[in-house]
Every structure is written in C-alpha cells, then in structure tokens.
C-alpha cells in the first residue's frame, strides 16, 4: 500500500475473503493500493558490475518468510555468466 518498498506495505492475500478485509483497510488509509500475482520464489539474483567486470550472485532467504527480500539471508557464491547475458 502507499509507496511500499523493501518488502515494507506489502500484504499476502490468499483468497477473495482476504481481499476484501485488506480492501476494506486500505479504503481508510487514503493511500494507493496495486494487486499483482504472488510468485513464490526460491532466490533471488544479484548482479554486480564493477568497471567492466560483471559478477551475478544467488541470495536465498532463510527465515522461511514469504517475502524474499525482507529478514536475514545468505549470499551464495558467484554464479557464472555468459558473454551475451552482459550485453
């Protein structure tokens, strides 16, 4: 809701029950509200690029949360990358 960022105004909504409880909260709070389709994912990755040098990375979550960015998580190891994928 709002100008949410960093997992932060972001609400899991599981059925059309749910939708219209948060609905009916966020009418009160004056602010925007966007619905999108939850994607249940297992990492995110990181790409980094320093110079002309780019290096991706895998972060997985693991507090079992269900939003991936939010909470404590681990940088795994490098991942390679292919020549066209830097382009």
């Known amino acids: 809701m709002g100008r949410g960022h960093k997992g932060l105004g972001k609400i899991k909504v599981n059925d059309a029950m749910q939708l219209a409880d948060v609905s009916s909260v966020t009418a ?15 990492y995110d990755v990181h790409v980094q690029k320093i110079g002309p040098s780019y290096k991706a990375f895998i972060r997985k979550g693991i507090t079992g949360q269900w939003k991936t960015n939010t909470g404590s998580s681990m940088l795994f190891s490098s991942i390679h990358m292919m020549y066209r994928q830097v382009l």
């Open 28 to 42: 009160v709070t004056g602010e925007c509200a966007t619905v999108e389709p939850f994607i249940d994912s297992k």
